[in-house]
DNA sequence: CTGAAAGCGCTTACAG
DNA sequence: CTGAAAGCGCTTACAG
């Protein structure tokens, strides 16, 4: 350890040092080419043996963002992340401790934050007027309820994943199909649920309010919704999960009941996280394209930044079926 | 949208706008309190209405600190992301492309950034030498090889957790216990395998060469080192998966054998995934506390920042067995 | 190539 | 409370 220097080195301590002008420091640090070789690497020698840091930072290259969660408790989490940090801004992660009004934009602009991505907030409308004002670019994935026209979001194509899930079920043989969604207030699970009935209608099915229940997205709302269905007196034989971890708690629940998956209970995911693949069988889910979506904000943010326009302010990425090992026809 | 401005607010712009002179706009961005409250209110607002940030950033109180992976793939990386961000640092994530040398200390000091936590890192001597004249403070988070004595370190017991797992096996009744390490040359695998061994010889169990293999701590290397096992002539009752990823692979190809966890075979993982209570059935493991190693690196980062001296450089927080349901007695 | 000089954005005593 | 003045760390023509 060398001893502490009393002050940080300024261009002028370093100018010093080296026996040259303050200028000439200033133009190596700025890589200017208007300086002889030797100059430049004894100045340079300086620089790093001092650790010279500049004081004032130009703020136009660095492209420091603020990725947003309200809590980094879920796998969901990295899979978003890998995709914004692909496009080349820099990230910091944090969580969503005030509201997304005056204060947090001014304390974004404060830590030299050039915009920010929030994910699955709860914005009122409020907030929405707030941002919009801000001047910092702020693009938003997954919200809770429906974004008004002005915020840029990203979403999945819920509906039609909700639909392709129950068609998948419809398709091989089941009739008595449950669905578990999330809160009931989320515009995903809306849009979810509002899929599953529609895959329903058009089998011609009757949609039977006792099979649609709610859970909170996680594996304890999985599990208990599915005990319950399981010992309704004419239970289902398939039930949509309505996001990954709840299928696992709906496969734990059928286990703890004696039952096989999928030759006595089929179980659809929603999200198609790693972990799909881990499950005992691999689960059958719709994949929503998280990486993406965080590569689709981080590139809609990206463009915000430099003043480009957005060719459109909301984005659905579409989802798919994976077809695994947790589904199959129904017991005759 | 209001008409951009042309070039960017400095305080003089602010002060000409509010008819004041520019050091007491200066007062109210800094927040001194010799300001009259209707000046202030006025500075306030046209601050506010044009955006204004300042050039020259303060950059004592914040701590922007750079948290680098070896690649964003893990349900490991969120675990130590929440420990850190606990601890007040904010968090840049990056994904480690360049050697931790001079060159890589230079852009986190360019970027403002006061520290680093590098995760599970590949740290030649070389680099080992470049961090400790960084004047950067570096923690590493469970380094592959052994870290050198100057380069703070957080780890987990591995080699107790090793031992912890068998040892559970043993006194199951298992006597043909199977290990799947992961990379050889990694000092936490290798630590697990230890403990392992040290198990089996206090048990006096004979250590069986051709049950000793190692994967990549990935989901395929479980699966394709348990299919392996699984075919051996005397195969074993149970194996210690290493990571709990593998241990995930280590049940599916236990299902696809027609052997049933925990009556046929008995798995245990390492790490405790929050998933690790999502599998079917839920997964015996040892528990790593991933979290607490983020917030442990946080903390020590912190005092280094602030120049205090750290207790010690090399820190082991203790694993402990969580018995779940994918272990019992073997088949008599 | 080098550096004296002007200038920029900001802060900080300090006089009123 | 307010602001003229000095000063700090830095950049940028520009003269040599």
Redesign the interface.
């Known amino acids: 350890m060398q001893p502490?220097e009393l002050s940080r080195p300024t261009l002028a301590s370093i100018a010093v040092a080296a026996g040259v002008s303050l200028p000439t420091v200033s133009k190596v640090v700025n890589g200017k080419l208007d300086v002889a070789p030797a100059t430049r690497a004894r100045v340079q020698r300086l620089l790093?043996e001092h650790?010279y840091?500049p004081?004032?930072?130009r703020r136009v290259e660095?492209l420091?963002v603020d990725v947003v969660f309200t809590a980094?408790?879920?796998?969901w989490?990295?899979e978003i992340?890998?995709g914004v940090?692909d496009v080349g801004l820099?990230?910091?992660?944090?969580?969503l401790s005030r509201r997304p009004g005056?204060d947090w934009v001014?304390s974004l602009?404060?830590?030299?934050r050039r915009g920010a991505i929030v994910v699955t907030p709860r914005l009122t409308p409020a907030d929405q007027q707030a941002l919009g004002r801000?001047?910092?670019p702020v693009v938003v994935i997954d919200p809770v309820d429906m974004p008004g026209q002005d915020v840029p979001s990203v979403g999945a194509t819920n509906w039609a994943g909700g639909l392709a899930a129950t068609e998948h079920l419809v398709s091989l043989g089941h009739r008595r199909i449950a669905v578990v969604g999330g809160p009931e207030d989320y515009l995903c699970s809306r849009a979810r649920i509002g899929g599953y009935r529609a895959a329903l209608e058009r089998a011609g099915l009757h949609v039977d309010a006792s099979l649609v229940r709610h859970g909170d997205f996680r594996?304890d709302g999985g599990y208990d919704r599915a005990r319950e269905l399981l010992r309704l007196p004419d239970p289902p034989t398939a039930i949509f999960g309505g996001s990954d971890?709840q299928a696992?708690?709906i496969?734990?629940a059928a286990?703890v009941s004696g039952l096989a998956?999928p030759d006595d209970l089929s179980v659809v995911g929603f999200d198609d996280l790693?972990?799909a693949?881990?499950?005992?069988?691999?689960l059958t889910t719709v994949r929503q394209p998280l990486a993406d979506m965080g590569r689709m904000a981080g590139r809609m943010l990206h463009r915000l930044i430099h003043?480009d326009a957005l060719d459109t302010n909301r984005v659905e990425l579409a989802t798919h079926l994976v077809l695994r090992a947790s589904t199959g026809a129904p017991r005759s």
Chains 1, 2 share one sequence.
Do not use: H
């Open positions: 502490e790093e650790n840091v004081v004032v930072r660095d420091l980094l408790d879920s796998p989490a990295v992340l890998r940090t820099e990230v910091v992660v944090s969580p005056r001014q602009l404060a830590g030299g801000a001047r910092l594996l971890e696992f708690g496969i734990e286990r998956v790693p972990m693949r881990w499950s005992s069988p691999p003043g």
